[in-house]
C-alpha cells in the first residue's frame, strides 16, 4: 500500500525540525483477513469480500526518539499471524509513553483514590534509540 500523503507529512516534520519532539503513530485496530470471503465476525462475507482480521496489523511510529527505517517482527507469508516478534498493543502503548517521557509503571489514580496501573506492559525493545 503506498501512503505518498504520510511520507510527504514525515518529510515535511523532518525538514522543520519537528520529528526529534513530536511522536507520529499510525495504526489501525484490525489488519483484513488474509483470504477473501473468511469472516472473525460472524457475517457471510461476500467471496470477493474482506474481513476485519484482529489477529496480525501494523504500526507505523516516527520522531521522538524512534529508530528511523526499523522494522520490529515479521508476519506469516499470508499476513495472518505473526510469525516473528509479536507486539501487544499494552506494549505499544507503554512504548508511546516511553517516548513522551512518561514512565509506563506509573501509577495514577482514579475517582475512588484506587491506584491504577498506566499500563501493564514494558515498552517494545529496540523500537527507540
Same mark, same amino acid.
Given at each position: ?34 483470504? &477473501?470471503?473468511?469472516?472473525?465476525? $460472524? &457475517?457471510?462475507?461476500?467471496?470477493? $469480500?474482506?474481513?476485519?482480521?484482529? @489477529? ?13 527505517? @526499523?522494522?520490529?517482527? =515479521? ?7 505473526? &510469525? ?6 499494552? =506494549?505499544?502503548?507503554?512504548?508511546? @509513553? ?6 509506563? =509503571?506509573?501509577?495514577? @489514580? ?6 491504577? =496501573?498506566?499500563?501493564?506492559? &514494558?515498552?517494545?525493545? $529496540?523500537?527507540?534509540?
Amino acid at each position: 500500500m503506498r501512503l505518498p500523503c504520510f511520507s510527504a507529512f514525515l518529510q515535511d516534520m523532518e525538514s522543520r525540525g519537528l520529528l526529534e519532539e513530536t511522536l507520529i503513530v499510525a495504526l489501525g485496530e484490525f489488519g483484513r483477513s488474509p483470504e &477473501k470471503g473468511v469472516s472473525t465476525s $460472524g &457475517k457471510v462475507n461476500r467471496s470477493d $469480500g474482506r474481513d476485519h482480521w484482529p @489477529y496480525c496489523h501494523t504500526a507505523v511510529v516516527a520522531g521522538a526518539g524512534s529508530k528511523r527505517g @526499523y522494522v520490529h517482527g =515479521e508476519s506469516d507469508a499470508t499476513g495472518a499471524s505473526p &510469525k516473528d516478534k509479536p507486539v501487544h498493543p499494552t =506494549e505499544l502503548l507503554a512504548g508511546i @509513553y516511553h517516548a513522551v517521557g512518561i514512565d509506563p =509503571e506509573t501509577n495514577v @489514580y482514579n475517582h475512588l483514590n484506587q491506584p491504577r =496501573e498506566l499500563v501493564k506492559a &514494558k515498552p517494545v525493545e $529496540g523500537l527507540f534509540l
